[in-house]
């Protein structure tokens, strides 16, 4: 039996590969250093050889058709796997490990740790990227992410972490000057920080009935990170909801104290993710391996783990 990619030209599958991925065959021509016409020829010689369209060539833009986007995922993670192969043969790109993760989990919990990995791994330079969107690991320049999540995205490895559990936190000013705080019920009474959502899930766990008033029931105050909200929390703002893992360093200095000994699970996990085709890459290896030490040696992520 013929092999069928044997009439398929590799140059003109990384050509299209560029197209789909860019959404644009000028964008793709810049980036292999050709010209339009030449993206434009190869991924016409391709469909000639497939003898149906890839594209919808649209006034002043392209879209794939059905076709074209199943050839187009299968040639991403193909070209992705590629470029790592060969990153990992030459040890182009081995002594830089990027990753990307949650502005809060990255100012809380990873960056007081990362000196103890550069020690171990001093031949690794670390480049850390916060984003609250989820980094395509298939197809951008990052090695590994730390994401919340349920722990299923194609063609990712992710190994669990810790829980996203809150739990109320306020400055120690704050409660004084409220008087105490000497039940959850008094929760309703007072400014709170955060999404409205995220309260409702708290005074359930803590077996409260809500305020039902439109002024009590919305938060005074929400940021798009818990760090935002701490900060309002730490200036005597309002009590604010946050994970008792991420702050365990306010914590346990007493800038924030923890009226209540309800934590609430808010759905989904922190994961480890990085593509499965490079799980064996020494660096990931590495960081793999050191971060799940440090998970583990961490008093708040064992007090809480049960509640993932």
Known sequence: MSDPLASIPLSAVRVFEAA????SFTRAAEELGMTQAAVSWQVKALEQRLDQALFRRLPREVALTAAGERLARAATEAMGSLRSALSDITGKGEGV???????TVAMQWLAPRLGAFQVAHPQIAVRVETDNRIVD????????????????????????LFPAV?????????????????????????PRIGAAWEWALWFQAAGVEPPQDAAGAAPRLAGDT???????????????????????GEIASGRLVQPFD???????????VYPKDRRKTRKIAAFREWLLAAVAADPAVQRYAGLS
């Open 262 to 272: 309800v934590t609430v699970q808010m759905g989904s996990t922190y994961w480890l």
């Open 166 to 190: 809150q739990t109320v936190l306020a400055a120690p000013e704050l409660v004084a000057r409220l008087g105490g705080l000497a039940s959850p019920g008094d929760v309703r009474d007072v």
């Open 226 to 248: 818990q760090t935002l909200e701490v900060a309002a929390a730490l200036a005597g703002h309002g009590v604010a909801l946050a994970s008792p893992i991420l702050f365990a």
């Open 137 to 160: 690991l298939l197809r951008e320049e990052v090695d590994v992410a730390i994401r919340g999540g349920q722990g299923e995205w194609p063609g990712l490895e992710a190994l669990p």
């Open 20 to 23: 789909a991925r860019l959404g």
């Open 97 to 103: 490990l990027a990753i990307s993760t949650l502005q």
